[in-house]
């Protein structure tokens, strides 16, 4: 059993935003494996099915982004997981470009406050993750802004080609096969 969080901020006005892009990770996940992500529990919005095989929670965290670990702390206790090895948590990533993911088994938070409250509420730093990137902020804007903002119409390809890696991350993920996953998607970024 595998929880999948994706972090996010809740209502319309959020949609499609760089910070959001793990619920859209999520929305692209219920579509492709025809998982309805609309019961209210573990104070987010969740639903169960399969993916390559093996049960899976989907779930949107309601909390808002840095209070998403009250959220996620729900749904691991409720289903006894170990988050080390049965959570996958998706989020945006500023020091990535669009279109670069990275997969990894365990972290800090890297100033991400979404990430912060989920270690503070696990009491570690051990649950698998897939950042995806969103571009650092223009020296000119605000960090909030940044990720409150919605991606131009030039980066669009690059976000939605990374929303489907990340699903097929997880994918990989949920079969034992994090290391698989790490190799194919966790490309060096070369800047022009």
């Known amino acids: 059993m595998f929880v999948i969080a994706g972090l996010g901020n809740p209502t ?3 949609e499609h935003t760089r910070h959001n892009i793990g619920f859209d990770v999520i929305a692209y996940l219920a579509d492709q494996y025809n998982i309805s992500v609309n019961t209210r529990k573990f104070k ?25 670990g009250q ?8 289903y006894k997981l170990n988050p080390a090895e049965e959570l996958i948590v998706i989020y ?28 503070s509420h696990l009491g570690s730093q051990e649950f ?16 909030v802004d940044h990720v409150l903002g919605r991606f131009p119409a030039e980066e669009r390809k690059k976000v939605d080609e990374a929303i489907r890696s990340a699903a097929d991350a997880v994918g990989l993920m949920v079969q034992s096969r994090t290391e698989e996953a790490m190799n194919l998607y966790n490309k060096k970024v070369v800047r022009e």
Not at 96 to 117: E, Q, T, W
Not at 131 to 139: A, F, L, T, Y
């Open 44 to 68: 987010g919005l969740c639903g169960s099915g399969f993916i390559e095989g093996r049960k899976v929670t989907l779930l949107k965290p309601q909390t808002f982004m840095n209070l998403s």
């Open 92 to 119: 945006d990533d500023i020091a990535l470009d669009p279109g670069y993911l990275r997969v990894r088994r365990k972290g800090s938070p890297g100033g991400h406050n979404g990430i912060k409250d989920i270690i």
């Open 128 to 143: 698998l993750r897939i950042r995806v990137g969103v571009g650092e902020k223009p020296e000119e804007f605000d960090l």
């Open 71 to 78: 959220s996620i702390r729900e749904a691991v206790d409720f």
């Open 12 to 14: 319309q006005k959020y």
